[in-house]
Nanobody, 114 residues
Framework: QVQLVESGGGLVQPGGSLRLTCAVSGRIQGAYAMSWYRQAPGKQRDMVAT???????NYADSVKGRFTISRDYGKSTMSLQMNSLKPEDTAVYYC????????WGRGTQVTVSA
């Protein structure tokens, strides 16, 4: 079974930074894209950033220039560096692997508040 586990969430003041990490384990074969999504209370889950198997990245307009997605293929991890955080970035952040039918992590809470 494939498992995705997020870490790195927490409480941060506006303007601060956090780094999220997603660790992938299990029987994994083939190339696949990975993404970060987020879901705020009462809202739908939205894509934040995507990175393809060969490193091509895509970002939601709301995070462009502030967030950076990356992958470490040797460690089977994906990260999201989040800078200049705003209160509207508050959400549960989920890791997603576009592998077979798709796999989700359980999420990590990010709260941006003074």
């Amino acid at each position: 079974q494939v498992q995705l586990v997020e870490s790195g969430g927490g409480l941060v003041q506006p303007g601060g930074s956090l780094r999220l990490t997603c660790a992938v384990s299990g029987r994994i074969q083939g190339a696949y894209a990975m993404s970060w999504y987020r879901q705020a209370p009462g809202k739908q889950r939205d894509m934040v950033a995507t990175i393809t198997w060969n490193g091509v990245t895509n970002y939601a307009d709301s995070v462009k220039g502030r967030f950076t997605i990356s992958r470490d293929y040797g460690k089977s991890t994906m990260s999201l560096q989040m800078n200049s955080l705003k209160p509207e970035d508050t959400a549960v952040y989920y890791c997603y692997a576009a592998l077979l039918s798709g796999y989700w992590g359980r999420g990590t809470q990010v709260t941006v508040s003074a």
